[in-house]
């Protein structure tokens, strides 16, 4: 049984930081690009950053970039996001995604239907 979760959301004020983590199992991770993606109040979800199968190659969108970094533990079978410098505009609820199909990013890291697991996801709210 495949089980994603993530975990270390939370609420801080403007400037501060935060390690998101997502433990996934039950599927091939070390063979699996995984993303982030967030979802504000009344807005869509939206792609946060990627990373490729052995870390090697990561992405990011243009609003999180130099900010937040994207890593992988594979033999703990866990994602990680560290969030620095937070602003409002990050608020969101955060989700991890597993794309079991190919272990690599690509161009079309920010399409939701690229992904097949994703978890329930963690509340981020910053503060102004």
């Known amino acids: 049984q495949v089980q994603v979760v993530e975990s270390g959301g939370g609420l801080v004020q403007a400037g501060g930081s935060l390690r998101l983590s997502c433990s996934a199992h039950?599927?091939?991770?070390?063979?699996?690009?995984m993303g982030w993606f967030r979802q504000a109040p009344g807005k869509e979800r939206e792609g946060v950053s990627c990373i490729n199968w052995n870390g090697a190659t990561t992405y990011y969108s243009d609003s999180v970039k130099g900010r937040f970094t994207i890593s992988r533990d594979n033999a703990k079978s866990t994602l990680y996001l560290q969030m620095n410098s937070l602003k409002p505009d990050d608020t969101g609820m955060y989700y991890c995604?597993?794309?079991?199909?190919?272990?690599?990013?690509?161009?079309?890291?920010?399409?939701?239907?690229?992904?097949?697991?994703w978890g329930q996801g963690t509340q981020v709210t910053v503060s102004s």
């Open positions: 039950g599927l091939n991770f070390d063979h699996n690009a």
């Open positions: 995604a597993a794309d079991t199909s190919i272990g690599s990013c690509g161009a079309s890291w920010r399409a939701r239907g690229k992904y097949y697991y």
